[in-house]
């Protein structure tokens, strides 16, 4: 199975920050990735797939890059709203697999 | 408009039966591939089934054997059978549709004595 790893766990930032949240895949994903927004309580929601393509209706402030193995997800401009836990998963090959998460939160 | 409404949660015992369904409304599940997640209590998300457009269908390795995934394309519902349920399935249990952002609202399953 393809191991997903999240860094930082626990991320602290100001509101108007922009902050970046890696996720590296143990072996080659291509582009195969996608990032979710979890607020508690709430179902998670999609925010970009194919590692950089934003989703619908989601806030530019919110970027994906990456290939392989090393992807990114910048959130600028912060604001309350964005204070959440923030998942990666990987739909290259089976089983998908999601990272442990990042959560965000507000120093 | 696109709604996903998951129902079929509940209190079970360890070595019991449940049925998940995910009513669909807005789309064709047929058309698309839909998906189980979970969560446990406190946990990140896990993925659990996938069934394709074609019926393929694919599992966790941690549910492979004891759960199944199935839609039945007059109700526009999918399924997930589970059966042999242990306490590490307790969790919220999501359905979505392909790599969309629809999601359900989730269903909580509670596997205890």
């Known amino acids: 199975d393809i191991q997903m790893t999240q860094s930082p766990s626990l991320l602290s930032a100001s509101v108007g920050d922009r902050v970046t949240m890696t996720c590296r895949a143990s072996?080659?994903?291509?582009?195969?990735l996608a990032w979710f927004q979890q607020k508690p309580g709430k179902a998670p929601k999609s925010l970009i797939y194919?590692?950089?393509t934003l989703q619908s209706g989601v806030p530019s402030k919110f970027s994906g890059s990456g290939s392989g193995t090393d992807f990114t997800l910048t959130i600028s401009s912060l604001q309350p709203e964005d204070f959440a836990t923030y998942y990666c998963q990987q739909y290259n090959s089976f089983p998908f697999t999601f990272g442990q998460g990042t959560k965000l939160d507000i120093k | 408009e696109v709604q996903l409404v998951e129902s079929g949660g509940g209190l079970i015992q360890p070595g019991g039966s449940l049925r998940l369904s995910c009513a669909a409304s807005g789309f064709t599940i047929s058309a698309n591939y839909m998906t189980w997640v979970r969560q446990a209590p406190g946990k990140g998300l896990q993925w659990v089934s996938l069934?394709?457009?074609?019926?393929?269908?694919y599992y966790a390795d941690s549910v492979k054997g004891r759960f199944t995934i199935s839609r039945d394309n007059s109700k526009n519902t999918l399924y997930l059978q589970m059966n042999s349920l242990r306490a590490e399935d307790t969790a919220v249990y999501y359905c979505?549709?392909?790599?969309?952002?629809?999601w359900g609202q989730g269903a909580l399953v509670t596997v205890s004595s």
């Open positions: 979505a549709r392909g790599l969309t952002p629809n």
């Open positions: 072996q080659g994903v291509s582009n195969s």
């Open positions: 069934i394709y457009s074609d019926g393929t269908t």
């Open positions: 194919a590692a950089s």
